[in-house]
């Protein structure tokens, strides 16, 4: 698949868009969805999240020896801390660029083991390939891939 093609999720009537071509910090990757009337892939209701797992796990199976990650449309308010910066259950929740908040209990077979960990300031959602395309929390500033979501309209 190029850059360019949408897979299309009938179920939840979304488009994605998986960008390898090259790769954006987190921020860059938002704006680079917007820009074309995208957003970063909001991953809940929760077939959204199958659906790419799926996806992912069937096409890009090439990218499962490499350590890829592939940023999505969550973060959490920045912490100021000095690392290394462990999660505590006091620290703000994960959001979805939609507003709202992630779903851990609807999601749980989507993360890998121990994740979130909020390790060193570690900010945004990714799936992360090496993983088996589960989601990992890292931090913003490293150029990643990315995957953009738009409605299917009819």
């Not at 987190?26 to 892939?41: H, Q, V």
Request: negative net charge; aromatic residues 16%.
């Amino acid at each position: 698949m190029s850059d360019m093609d949408y897979a299309i999720d009938r179920g939840s009537m979304t488009c994605f868009r998986v960008v390898t071509s090259h790769s954006k910090q987190w921020w860059s990757a938002r704006d680079a969805c917007t820009s074309s009337d995208d957003m970063l892939a909001v991953l809940e209701p929760v077939e959204k999240a199958k659906f790419i797992y799926e996806f992912m796990n069937t096409n890009y199976v090439n990218h499962r020896k490499l350590n890829h990650f592939f940023y999505i449309g969550s973060k959490r308010p920045q912490l100021i801390c000095t690392p290394p910066c462990g999660w505590s259950s006091s620290d703000p929740d994960y959001t979805w660029l939609n507003g709202q908040p992630v779903n851990y209990t609807a999601t749980a077979s989507y993360w890998h083991a121990n994740k979130p960990d909020n390790w060193n300031a570690e900010t945004v959602l990714s799936i992360r390939s090496f993983f088996g395309f589960l989601w990992d929390n890292i931090t913003p500033d490293t150029a990643q891939y990315y995957i953009c979501e738009r409605p299917l309209i009819y």
